[in-house]
């Protein structure tokens, strides 16, 4: 247990351990500790992003672990983190995802329905694991623009009318904001489609946030980081989205 039951993982003497504990705690931030008594309260493991930060503000330190400490072997390739270790904080994302796809549903978000999540220890530290139900036929937004770029394709459904899709892509974003809902990561992999006519679905939500109302800033922050995602994959497959594209969304998203 304790200190002992690490160094005999890490396979080091347990002076040594105690010395490499030493000097993590010397280099971390003031105010930071690990004593009993300043624990902080981060809820399921994901902080709400400020509406006045700004790109330099940074919340958090980042070091590597030793280098016996490898836990590729132990993560499957969607979290598969490498020698950087976990804890049950980032583990919980798993769990506020599953929760918010549970509150997008009481909203009438389109988002595949989410199932189940699980967190459990993984040798020293934690994982979390999310289900959410197959959509069937679905393709992301990426392969429907880009097919001859996009690799992989969300179901590989049926092909659907790129104007179809753009036009869904709006009025989903539009249901967004309207909505109180928060995407920080709002790319074109981000969205997938199914039906005829489409209908467009968000997915990946660990970043997400609920609010009473989405304020300008916000909006326009997702709209930016869609249309870069848009622009990167155009720089990928060395073509430029239609007027005729741009002005679908448009019209969906009035």
Sequence with gaps: EGARGLSE????????FEGL???AMAALPPGIAFAP????????????EPEDAGPEEASFAVTTLPAQVDLH??????????????????ACVAVREFLL??????????TPPHVGAAVYS???WY????????????????????????SEREGGGPAIDPAEAMAATGELIRLLHDRGMVHPDLHLKNIILAGRPPRALVVDLDKAIIRSRVSARSRRRMLDRFWRSARKWETI?????SSELRQAFDRGYR
């Design 37 to 48: 008594g300043a624990v902080q309260v981060y809820g399921l493991g994901a902080l709400d």
């Design 73 to 90: 072997d132990r993560f499957p390739p969607v979290r598969n983190q490498a020698n950087r270790g976990t804890c049950v904080a980032h």
């Design 21 to 23: 504990v030493g000097q």
């Design 127 to 150: 994982r979390g694991d999310l289900v959410t139900e197959l959509v069937p036929d679905s393709t992301d937004l990426a392969a429907i623009l880009f097919p001859e770029a996009a």
């Design 9 to 16: 993982f890490l396979g080091i003497p347990e002076a040594e």
């Design 101 to 110: 796809g549970r509150a997008l549903d009481e909203l009438d978000i389109p």
């Design 122 to 124: 993984s040798g020293p």
């Design 237 to 241: 497959a060395g073509a430029a989205l």
